[in-house]
């Protein structure tokens, strides 16, 4: 069966300093990868979608970065943190085409305050 | 886009009750929908879906009512449980890309369960 893990669960970080979220899935292979921000009592904001090794797209735009390095790696990237990067981040996978529509499947997140 | 700078709508139910909740989407080519449910500090979790082709599908205690003429999906959670309080969001795939599906989040209801 698929996995996705994230980590850390939790990550407080002074302003200015650099930040990196990991994000891996098992289980399948050439999984559509992205990375949400939710703010506190918010919906869920896409920051970045990936269809395959190198290739990102960035819907908004921001003080973070995406990679992925490996089929089944997403990492989320700042230099340099600000206040406003504060949130919820959530990554996601979802089937590529060719499978059915079973919608995405989110890892359980990581809460970042920057102090 | 999507409504992440909107506070999350509330709802409160008495534990026994049912709890309808309602989402309105965007986009009449959408062809299948998911309720995801957040607990907090948790990623969302998939409770239920529906295709374009159904108005109605069951799974235990929910039900998912699909009424394409006004672009409306409801949720509904017969007996809700302490265990229902949380965030619900509505997935709508907004496209079918070469690569894969992409959907596009509600805002969310937050469901508080009143024992």
């Known amino acids: 069966s698929q996995t996705i893990h994230q980590w850390p669960a939790t990550l407080v970080q002074p302003v200015g300093s650099p930040l990196s979220l990991e994000c891996t899935v098992e289980g399948t292979s050439n999984p559509n990868l992205y990375w949400y921000r939710q703010a506190a009592g918010r919906g869920l904001q896409l920051l970045f979608y990936?269809?395959?090794?190198?290739?990102i797209s960035s819907e908004v735009p921001q003080n973070l970065s995406a990679s992925r390095p490996q089929d089944r790696q997403f990492i989320l990237s700042s230099k340099k943190l600000l206040l406003s990067d504060s949130g919820f981040y959530l990554c996601?996978?979802?089937?590529?085409?060719?499978?059915?529509?079973?919608?995405?499947?989110f890892g359980s997140g990581t809460r970042l305050t920057v102090v | 886009g999507e409504n992440v700078g909107l506070h999350l709508p509330t709802l409160s139910v008495q534990e026994g009750d049912n709890s309808i909740i309602n989402c309105a989407y965007s986009n009449s080519a959408s062809d299948y929908f998911i309720w995801y449910k957040q607990e907090s500090g948790k990623g969302p979790q998939f409770i239920i879906d529906?295709?374009?082709?159904?108005d109605k599908r069951q799974g235990q205690r929910v039900t998912v009512l699909l009424n394409k003429t006004v672009k409306h999906l409801s949720l509904q959670i017969a007996a809700t449980q302490p265990g229902d309080s949380a965030v619900y969001f509505c997935a709508e795939n907004m496209k079918t890309t070469n690569t894969g599906n992409q959907f596009y989040f509600g805002t969310g209801t937050s469901l508080t369960v009143i024992p």
């Open positions: 996601a996978w979802s089937a590529p085409r060719g499978y059915a529509n079973y919608g995405y499947t």
């Open positions: 529906i295709r374009s082709n159904m």
């Open positions: 990936s269809v395959g090794i190198g290739q």
